[in-house]
């Protein structure tokens, strides 16, 4: 009877691995062939059948056609309920459907990596057919025990199949559900880019996977980055205001252009469908405001917010959002953050395209309005405000005065205006440092406009508007020469009032001004500043006097070498006393950082050097020796740096980490530890939070520019050993315990490729670490070291072919790790293919050689 079920079934097989047309006609022959046959014999002979199917490599499209079939096959076994009224009676699949998943969830777990592989494809298969019928409980349970050992199978493709099967039966209801915890695992660590990539697309949506998503924006592979956007998109009114700025500072600076436009595109739209197309709802989402910090980051992520927003719609919507009066102004009731920086990222996106001078037009009013409209707005805001407001109120000046650099100063009328109200403001507003230098620099636009039109007036021959234009100029320089008075003769202004805001406000005019590109160096007047004022304050009581008088100071020394020459080690003073446990204003420490890298970075490591002690006035006592004591190392200060990388406040871990990344681009540090030290930061659990987004973000970037620096070919071979090494021999207890060596060594030799001296890199690596294997036969990291030999490409030298092969020779005979011979045996075949010569061929040369000594 088997025969001649075998004789049909082939018959009905044979078609169906050509066209998908005769599936349909077959699944109903064939069932009703089971239906006139006895089940046992026709499911030995369907048996047979699958055996053969399930030891078919992969890519065989015959065997992929005879599987849809099958499937097809399959959805066709309806069970018989005995009592369909009953709920208490759980649905019982078909006994052929049961008898074969059953064979199919054992072949699962056979030794020959194929059958595994197909025995999973034809589960996934008949389970898309299934879809929309009833399965039992039973049949649950037993994929989910089968399929989720799959999921740490050895063969990245069954894994794959493993994940697609279980998507089906995860329960997001279930905070302990088993699924998703490995689908969580598996997207998170998996060594192959498909299988991470799957896990995203099919893991149910859940708090802690949103969270998961979110870090796998950082993945290496821009498929996977790009699958995890695509789920975000959807997700808008479930992310806190942190994850969502995370989410678009890292797709909007991704180095995929697919990613920055999907960013750009897809989840801007996705996310203002949210927010029922209101700008001003989405940028208040992302509105972070507690303190300058925030605001700065804030300010970013609208102007690329809003970059995307403009490409999609047309200039009069965009102008209409502002909903302007007929003098061109926005009511001040409705001015706050988020209108504020519409209409000043607007503006200027106008002013710096060609052709849009006629909508510009539209929201740009008359300046003698416009500045009337700035002067009542300072004048009739609150007095009285909590900390949020006043950044509030100092944010819209600042957006309100950057507008203003958009316009024409040729007008006498409209720089007579903007005059009055720079003075005015400055005398009775309380200004923050940043807004402070936007208000100075106003004169300095309308100089650069004078001189432009003087120049233009003497090569057109008109000496009279020359003339003219030279009698404004001298009183736009008497303005700013008055300004400068206010800093230059301090003396009698801080004997009448030395008030705290009083010398604040000073120290901010004096910060604006140094900030000038104008100032190349200290004139007298400076100097004067700088000595009898900067100085002196530099050991004020009060915490925010001495921060500012240290930026002051730190200003000066960036355009006075003398000055650098002691500033050092005044900045270093803080950074040591801090790593030394003493306590020090957070402010004060940052300013510091950021002082002696740029001072480093302009002058050099030779500013280190013990200066000569500078000749101090009189009045000037044993404190201020003190601080102006020079003798600082340079080795010291770099350990500084490197050991605030870890410092429990994320500002100082940033600062100090953006400040070694600055040093290395700019080739003042050549350090194969502090790469390694870059690294190990940039790829810790520790800084795989929202927080540390920026942080790990220019790590990034600066490691990808280490191979173009000068001399970093050394460094970057020493580094890749250091780095594996620390990995490896972490404590169970460190973050980096939980992190995937093999991506980082794989990461680390792509790196080194990169390099213009690559191949000799690659090559002194591979000879290191084969001699490391050699002298440490038993070390625990040769897994990895041998793993790291199959990714080096070693150029075709018969001399560097020859010793390295030599090396291998002598590891064979001490190493007894079975999977370390394995990888060193693959390292070898591919070098003995480039030299043509085999390994027991060299072993024989070897022999010979012994003999004849």
């Known amino acids: 009877m088997e025969k001649d079920i075998m004789r049909e079934m082939i018959d009905l097989f044979k078609p169906t691995q050509t066209t998908a047309a005769t599936h349909q006609k077959n699944s109903i022959l064939l069932k009703r062939l089971y239906e006139n046959s006895e089940p046992e014999a026709f499911f030995s002979v369907f048996k047979k059948m699958l055996n053969v199917i399930l030891s078919i490599d992969k890519g065989n499209k015959y065997v992929e056609k005879t599987i849809d079939f099958i499937a097809l096959f399959c959805s066709m076994l309806k069970s018989k309920q005995i009592e369909p009224n009953d ?32 025995s999973c494809e034809l589960i996934n298969k008949i389970l898309d057919q299934l879809v929309g019928s009833e399965v039992s409980s039973d049949l649950c349970e037993k994929l989910e025990e089968t399929l989720l050992i799959r999921l740490q199978d050895p063969k990245n493709v069954i894994r794959q199949q493993a994940v697609i099967a279980l998507h089906r039966l995860q329960d997001p209801h279930n905070p302990q559900d088993a699924i998703i915890q490995q689908l969580l695992h598996l997207m998170n660590s998996d060594s192959f880019a498909k299988v991470r990539l799957l896990c995203i697309e099919n893991i149910a949506a859940r708090k802690d996977v949103v969270n998961n998503l979110i870090i796998r924006i950082r993945d290496v592979d821009v498929n996977v980055r790009l699958a995890a956007y695509k789920r975000l998109s959807n997700f808008a009114e479930y992310l806190k205001i942190s994850e969502k700025r995370r989410i678009l500072h890292c797709g909007f600076l991704d180095s995929s252009v697919k990613i920055r436009e999907y960013v750009c595109t897809t989840v801007i739209k996705c996310w203002l469908d949210h927010y029922k197309g209101s700008i001003f709802s989405l940028m208040k989402s992302v509105r972070l405001d507690a303190d300058e910090r925030d605001i700065e980051k804030t300010v970013t992520l609208f102007e690329h917010i809003l970059s995307a927003f403009f490409k999609n719609k047309s200039l009069t919507d965009l102008s209409a959002v502002l909903m302007i009066n007929k003098k061109k102004l926005v009511s001040l009731e409705y001015l706050n953050w988020e209108v ?142 008055n300004l400068k008075n206010l800093q230059t003769v301090p003396q009698q202004q801080i004997q009448k009032k030395t008030d705290i805001p009083t010398i604040i406000k000073y120290l901010d005019i004096a910060a604006g001004l140094l900030l000038s590109p104008k100032v190349t160096h200290l004139t007298s007047s ?3 500043l700088k000595d009898d004022v900067i ?41 040591f006393a801090y790593q030394n446990g003493e306590e020090c204003d957070t402010q004060t420490l940052l300013i510091c950082i950021g002082a002696v890298v740029d001072l480093l970075r302009i002058y050099g490591p030779k500013l280190m050097a013990a200066s000569e002690k500078e000749v101090l006035s009189e009045s000037v006592d044993e404190t201020h020796e003190r601080v102006f004591a020079g003798g600082t190392s340079l080795t010291d200060l770099i350990q500084g740096l490197v050991d605030l990388m870890d410092d429990e406040q994320y500002e100082i871990q940033e600062k100090a980490a ?196």
């Not at 090569?459 to 508007?465: A, G, I, L, R, V």
């Not at 355009?559 to 003073?573: E, Y």
């Not at 173009?708 to 207890?733: F, G, H, N, R």
């Not at 010793?803 to 693959?826: A, E, F, M, S, T």
Request: glycine residues 2%; contains cysteine.
């Open 526 to 528: 400076l100097k004067t």
């Open 658 to 853: 953006w400040g070694l990344c600055q040093l290395v681009l700019s080739d003042r540090i050549h350090s194969p530890s502090l790469i390694s030290r870059l690294v190990l930061k940039w790829c810790s659990p520790a800084s795989d939070n929202g927080e540390s987004e920026r942080l790990t973000q220019f790590i990034g970037f600066t490691l990808e520019r280490v191979p173009s620096v000068s001399d970093s070919s050394e460094q970057l071979e020493e580094a890749v050993l250091m780095t594996v090494k620390a990995l490896a021999l972490a404590p169970k207890i460190s973050p980096l315990a939980d992190v995937n060596i093999e991506n980082i060594s794989k990461f680390m030799i792509a790196l080194c490729k990169t390099s213009h001296e690559g191949a000799h890199i690659h090559t002194n690596l591979a000879q290191t670490i084969c001699c490391e294997i050699k002298d440490k036969p038993r070390n625990r990291i040769n897994l990895i070291l041998s793993k790291m030999l199959l990714l080096l490409d070693i150029p075709n030298d018969k001399i560097i072919v020859r010793d390295l092969l030599k090396i291998c020779d002598q590891i064979k005979d001490d190493v007894n790790d079975r999977l370390v011979l394995n990888n060193v045996v693959k390292f070898v075949s591919s070098l003995s293919n480039m030299d043509h010569t085999e390994f027991f061929a060299i072993e024989e040369e070897n022999e010979e050689g012994s003999r004849n000594m």
């Open 535 to 575: 100085q002196e304050l530099l050991i004020h009581d009060n915490d925010n006097v001495r921060v500012k008088a240290l930026r002051c100071y730190a200003l000066c020394c960036i355009v006075d070498k003398h000055c650098a020459s002691n500033g050092i080690h005044i900045f270093s003073t803080p950074i």
């Open 87 to 118: 709920d208490t009676v759980d649905y019982v699949e078909h006994p052929l459907l049961s008898e074969i998943f059953a064979y199919l969830l054992e072949t699962s777990k056979l030794h020959k990596d194929i059958i595994r592989f197909r």
């Open 340 to 481: 504020a920086s519409y209409w000043r990222i607007y503006v200027q996106f106008l002013n710096t395209n060609d052709g849009f001078e006629d909508e510009l037009d539209k929201v740009l009013p008359e300046l003698v309005y416009f500045c009337t409209y700035i002067k009542e707005y300072y004048t009739h805001a609150r007095k009285e405000v909590t900390t949020v407001e006043f950044l509030e109120q100092q944010f819209i000046l600042k957006q309100l005065f950057l507008i203003i650099k958009t316009y024409d100063f040729a007008d006498v009328a409209n720089r007579q205006c903007l005059n009055s109200l720079v003075y005015n403001i400055l005398e009775k507003i309380v200004l923050m440092s940043d807004v402070t230098e936007v208000v100075l620099s106003q004169m300095r636009v309308k100089l650069n406009c004078l001189l432009e039109e003087q120049n233009e007036a003497v090569k057109q021959e008109n000496y009279m508007e020359a003339e003219r234009l030279k009698h404004d100029i001298e009183q736009v320089n008497n303005e700013l020469r």
